[in-house]
């Protein structure tokens, strides 16, 4: 039991040093459906604080030259409300993952600034393990005796020695396919 303390205690921790702002951190559960009010009339008004907090950080006007602060603050307001009802109505017990492919297919033209915010959001690291696996295989790879190795030729090695199974079941189950 120890044990199971010490390590949801690091992890509060990590997250808390990852995210300094916990109110940012609060205000991302809005972009998740299953966290909604299941009744309309709470649906009408729910979200529109945090939805202010996330356009805060991640709107055009505040980075403007990061090519994912696309986010226009106006539009986003006035499209929060019939994505809301859309999703709702149609999507409510989706998973995220699901729901994803069917909003980009769907109300890309109708909702951009939502979904571009929700890209965003959903594409912050929460752990930087992955990046951590990434270093160390190209320690493996690139050696004190390889230094004069190029670039070009390290990220083809390190691509090699990439597990694609698991992407390529994914890819696979994402839609029906056909492998010739």
Same mark, same amino acid.
């Given at each position: 039991m120890v044990d199971i303390c010490e390590f949801a205690s690091s992890i509060i921790v990590e997250i808390k040093e990852r995210f300094p702002n916990p109110k940012l951190l609060s205000a991302m559960k809005i972009l998740n459906p299953q966290e909604w009010p299941k009744d309309k009339e709470s649906l009408m008004f729910y979200g529109e604080l945090e939805l202010e907090e996330l356009v805060s950080v991640y709107g055009k006007k505040y980075l403007p030259d990061y090519?994912?602060?696309?986010?226009?603050?106006?539009?986003?307001?006035?499209?929060?409300?019939?994505?809301?009802?859309?999703?709702?109505?149609?999507?409510?017990?989706?998973?995220?993952?699901?729901? %994803?492919?069917?909003?980009?297919?769907?109300?890309?033209? =109708?909702?951009? /600034? @939502?979904? +571009?915010?929700?890209?965003?959001?959903?594409?912050?690291? %929460?752990?930087?393990?992955?990046?951590?696996?990434?270093? =160390?295989?190209? /320690? @493996?790879? +690139?050696?004190?005796?390889?230094?004069?190795?190029?670039?070009?030729?390290?990220?083809?090695?390190?691509?090699?020695g990439y597990d694609f199974r698991d992407a390529l079941s994914k890819f696979l189950e994402s839609k029906n396919r056909r492998m010739k």
């Open positions: 090519p994912l602060g696309l986010i226009d603050s106006v539009a986003v307001q006035e499209e929060w409300f019939g994505f809301k009802i859309v999703v709702h109505s149609n999507y409510q017990d989706l998973a995220i993952d699901d729901l %994803f492919p069917l909003l980009y297919d769907n109300y890309l033209d =109708s909702y951009p /600034n @939502i979904l +571009k915010l929700m890209e965003i959001v959903y594409s912050i690291p %929460f752990s930087s393990v992955d990046c951590e696996r990434g270093f =160390s295989k190209q /320690n @493996i790879i +690139k050696t004190d005796l390889c230094t004069a190795m190029e670039n070009d030729r390290l990220h083809l090695l390190l691509m090699v």
